[in-house]
């Protein structure tokens, strides 16, 4: 007796058409075609599940998004720039936790973000994890000199606990 006799009369499947019949789910029908709100529904899904994976695998706060919002802080030291991407990374995440992070908002020359820092700051000392840097104070004299008299008379008290 013959393989083509114990089969019967059905033709034998080319490895083409194994290879297509492996891609494709008995449970689906790959003739339908997808909704576009399906697919959108699909596409957002999607994209949130990435949202949370990169916050689980991400070093800063925030996630991936606190990650750029710290780099744009970090680019913009110094520049006309500073004091706008402080605000967008306080109204996405707050202030940051980082000290190192925290002092460079000294510098965005905008009284309500300085003066939040400072809190920050007098918080941070009165729990231990303030170290007194020559920068740091060189930083707090010059907000001494601030026309703001909030301000200054927090930098002020700040310094004199240092």
Excluded: N
Aim: hydrophobic share 35%; proline share 4%.
């Amino acid at each position: 007796m013959s393989r083509d006799d114990e089969r019967g009369d059905r033709p034998r499947r080319s490895w083409r058409e194994i290879d297509a019949m492996r891609g494709r789910s008995k449970h689906t029908s790959s003739s339908e075609p997808r909704s576009p709100a399906a697919r959108e529904r699909s596409r957002a899904a999607t994209q949130h599940y990435l949202k949370q994976l990169d916050g689980l695998f991400s070093k800063a706060k925030g996630g991936a998004e606190g990650e750029r919002l710290e780099k744009a802080v970090r680019d913009a030291f110094g520049t006309p720039a500073m004091a706008a991407a402080c605000r967008s990374y306080r109204d996405a995440l707050g202030l940051p936790e980082d000290v190192g992070l925290l002092t460079l908002f000294l510098d965005a020359h905008d009284s309500e973000i300085v003066g939040a820092v400072l809190a920050a700051l007098h918080a941070a000392h009165g729990s231990g994890k303030l170290r007194a840097t020559s920068g740091l104070r060189t930083q707090l004299r010059l907000l001494v000199q601030e026309p703001d008299d909030v301000v200054a008379e927090s930098a002020e008290e700040l310094l004199a606990k240092l």
